[in-house]
């Protein structure tokens, strides 16, 4: 008997869902607020495999982000971010498997994590993904998505996904933002739209997730990092 392919049917699972409160938050992209990104606001289109770097982080991260762009979900007006929001697959997907959902969903996010922890990077990490179902959300937050361990009702999320998610998090507050995570601007994806994503076993979890985001925070702070060029620089006003 051949082996069920559980990713293909979650992936079919995850691009029918009607209630996933993701997508660009506005119906007329046209209406955005101009860019208000302290970087270079120059257009990388052409501009070569370094134009679409991943972040400079401590551990590898695969890259996805000219294969989302070619997707056309996701708008590449850089802001100025002041949060994280933390969401899950709803499916049991590989990094793959999330391209595959977002080629045919009108989705996308910045990072995902794996069942294993391993991190992906789809968005540059100031533009717009089309993630909350929220403009200002969308605006201001860089969301990272989680492989479920198990679906519904409960949708848990595995401990190296969201340690390593809640450790993600902590560098782009340490790296990008520029404030220490707190219940503020830490959030899961209900925060900004009628969704239950994160998902019941990731709210029961949260202070234990802030607690991780907020520890790897502090380690990379203390940490001498030089940032590369397609990172911007937090800039020294907003450093606390």
Known sequence: MPEKNVEDEDVKAAIERPDTGDG?????????????????SEDDTGAGPQATA?????????????????????????????????????????HQGVLEVWKVRPASAHFDVDAAGAVAQ?????????????TVGNQRSISIEMANATLAPN????EATWKNAARLAGWLFAKVIGQ????SNLVYHHHWSSTVCAGPFMDRIYDQV?????????????????????TEPVP???RR
Not at 24 to 40: K, Y
Not at 155 to 158: A, E, F
């Open 54 to 94: 991943t972040i400079p982080y401590d551990c590898p991260v695969a890259n996805f982000i000219d294969q989302l762009s070619a997707t056309g979900h996701v708008t590449h007006t850089s802001y100025m971010k002041t949060s994280v929001t933390l969401h899950h697959n709803a499916a049991r997907l590989s």
């Open 24 to 40: 660009p938050g506005t119906d007329n992209l046209d209406d955005l607020p101009e860019s208000d990104f302290a970087g270079s």
């Open 155 to 158: 949708w848990t999320v595995g």
């Open 236 to 238: 020294a006003e907003r």
């Open 180 to 183: 220490r995570p707190s219940r």
């Open 122 to 134: 789809y968005v540059k990490v100031n533009e717009y993904a089309w993630a909350v179902g929220n």
């Open 210 to 230: 802030l607690a991780a985001a907020q520890v790897a925070y502090d380690n990379f702070t203390d940490a001498q990092s030089t940032l590369r060029p397609d």
